[in-house]
């Protein structure tokens, strides 16, 4: 008989993490004879602690199909952090119980850094209670900071809506400075790497010259170099363009736009470096100027899509699958970068224990030596990611997301309190 | 003789003001037998002022195509309200001067309801100086405040943008709403005028219903009756979303935004009716929460623009030439529904001396009974405006939007200082 699979969504969704789900849903049901239903946990790996399990053979081919072109989180995700397993053997035991229960051979985590690590333990604590599952971390985040990975599905999505945005914004500024707006500052999300800030500096392309100005959190501000080269794109320009990483530290450490809560996972939230920057701009050179925070827009804007992403996405769900049908076990599949001009990739793989917990920055040769703006070495790495558009389908003007029926499995354990 | 055209971009730019421009010159080119050379206005109306004329011949046909998928405004706009002729019959005498060293028989002024209320003046000026000048105004505002015309070109676009960005965060924070975010926030325009707002509420479309509350500047901030239906929405359905219009009041009068929020820093969050809203929300029901501020993105926003404001925009452009060849001074092409299922248009045209300083609000039909949603009738008004896909052409993963040379005709006359 062929054992069953547990797929579950972890951490912050994005544009095209539903294409991966696609992509291992589609591929598991193709081989039928080695896997049964794929169950996908409720909001994520808590839905497996609470058995919560969604039967997605419930789903039809074409809301499957739908998952490809749907932003966010089909079955829901969770911010929840396992902790270590001296800290908590009693919620990865339960985990194995939950997937005994269901006769679950095969689990895919499909997360960032802390979920790989997860995914690990998960192997682990399973062969040694003599329940083995093969355990498979899917890549997704859209801070590209997992390592291995030339870069991470759900980046090259929000990179090339930044780029886009960044531009047309950008356009809009330039009209309007003669009399009026001659700052325009973009708030983007990377709380400890740049690399979605750096997607700003793609605005000039095309044979358009934006002045931009980039902060990164992995570069100190240093508001004197910082306001000089703003004054210095607006006497040449007329204006300038600030992309600026919700993550950029003042040198003392504290973020620009600290606001004191944290989620849960400890992190600080952030949110408003844009105010506080433009704010500063407009005190010291007396520019007016326009902000904003694209927040959630960025990373759930499946409208503008890059099709490369999305053909990634869905490659690593299917190479999940098929990593798991060839019997390996605590690995990830990872994107290969063959050549930049013209863009080539392959599909390799990662062990999971040099994937845990690691996390990459942006190297310092992608960082301008003002620390202010990216290099052409980083214009490489970047614009074959954004390549590509794969519009959703539209309806009456709206694009057509699919909504599951999330039908769950019936229950066949006690109740399981998370704490 | 053909008398030559001057246009100009007034006021804030939009994603489809460049088609305006582009049906313009483009009709214009095929009539050349009566109109010469299109001159834009450098920065708009100043321009004209200080004779600072491009000539929009030097431009091929090509570029002049691309200006119809470009956004913002291609030949500058400015932010240049003219005084009352009585205040400054100078500047008023001077652009009469210019048209006339130029000679220029055509007016067409591109914007909202202060433009049209200087072209009126132009145009009565023109004639009591002895030199008739055929001024025509095109409408273009974002915030669909224009009366007689059904809609302004501009809106539809920012209205399907804000529409499926709304959609597309609130199935991000669905997802998310388990363990972490419970409340999405996004702040658009609208000073004075809920339609922008009004859009949000499109995010339920296509089988999804998302629970949203809208907040507009015609209804006076309710805080109590606010916090109760957002807490509703969480209970019944886990999330909600609040689309925020940045003019939306409490009941002194006073704007949301001015409340003020103020960073670890001391600095006062200037401009954020967002952040206010969320802070709100989280000391009353303690929610986590996300919050975005769309400013320019979403006006410049080409990369989703509605097709039918695209064809609107073009039409206002060319329907203007065609008025000022049938002879029509004063006037400004209208769009007229015909009907809204299916959805029918056709051009008409309104008088500038009913045009002028004349804000059209939201009807209260509109606007639902408890004041934070919108009605069947909005919904009906509003859905044919997002109708279509109007994609920009792409390369390297990057729209390809035109800069113009901007070549500017030799000046023949003295220097003018605009004050």
């Not at 500052?185 to 002045?211: D, Y």
Request: glycine share 10%.
């Amino acid at each position: 008989m062929p054992k069953n699979a547990f797929y579950a969504q972890s951490g912050g969704v994005t544009a095209v993490i539903n294409a991966s789900a696609c992509g291992v849903i589609e591929t598991a049901r193709q081989h039928g004879d080695k896997i049964g239903t794929v169950y996908a946990g409720q909001n994520g790996i808590i839905g497996a602690l609470t058995e919560d399990l969604i039967d997605t053979s419930k789903e039809s081919a074409q809301a499957i199909a739908a998952l490809r072109h749907t932003p966010s989180g089909g079955f829901g995700s969770c911010r929840y952090k396992m902790k270590s397993l001296e800290d908590n053997k009693r919620e990865y035991e339960r985990l194995i119980e939950v997937f005994k229960a269901h006769d679950i051979g095969y689990f895919f985590y499909n997360g960032g850094g802390d979920s790989a690590d997860t995914c690990l333990k998960v192997s682990q604590l399973s062969e040694k209670m003599g329940f083995p599952i093969q355990a498979i971390h899917i890549p997704k985040t859209v801070d590209n900071d997992l390592p291995i990975t030339d870069n991470c599905p759900g980046f090259g999505s929000v990179a090339k809506y930044i780029a886009v945005s960044t531009m047309e914004a950008s356009f809009d500024v330039r009209s309007m400075a003669k009399t009026s707006t001659k700052i325009f500052v973009l708030e983007v999300m990377g709380r400890h790497a740049g690399w979605i800030a750096a997607a700003g500096g793609l605005a000039s392309s095309n044979g358009t010259e934006i002045p931009t100005v980039i902060l990164f959190p992995e570069v100190e501000f240093d508001q004197e170099k910082f306001l000089a080269k703003v004054q210095a794109n607006v006497e040449e320009h007329g204006y300038c363009t600030i992309v600026v990483s919700e993550g950029t530290k003042w040198p003392d450490g504290r973020f620009l736009a600290e606001q004191g809560t944290r989620d849960d996972f400890g992190h600080a939230q952030l949110g408003g470096a844009a105010p506080v920057v433009a704010n500063m701009i407009k005190d010291a050179l007396g520019y007016k100027y326009h902000w904003a925070v694209a927040d959630y827009l960025q990373r759930a804007a499946r409208h503008l899509a890059s099709k490369t992403d999305v053909e990634q996405a869905y490659a690593m769900g299917k190479a999940g699958v098929e990593l798991a049908l060839e019997g390996k076990n605590s690995v990830m599949p990872a994107i290969v970068r063959e050549s930049s001009t013209p863009y080539k990739w392959s599909i390799g793989s990662a062990q999971l224990s040099d994937v845990a917990n690691v996390e990459k920055m942006m190297p310092m040769e992608f960082i301008s030596e003002d620390g202010l703006d990216i290099t052409e070495a980083c214009r490489e790495y970047l614009v074959p990611l954004i390549q590509g558009e794969d519009y959703p389908p539209y309806k009456d003007g709206m694009p057509e997301y699919v909504t599951l029926k999330n039908e769950k499995a019936g229950k066949k354990l006690g109740e399981f309190e998370v704490k």
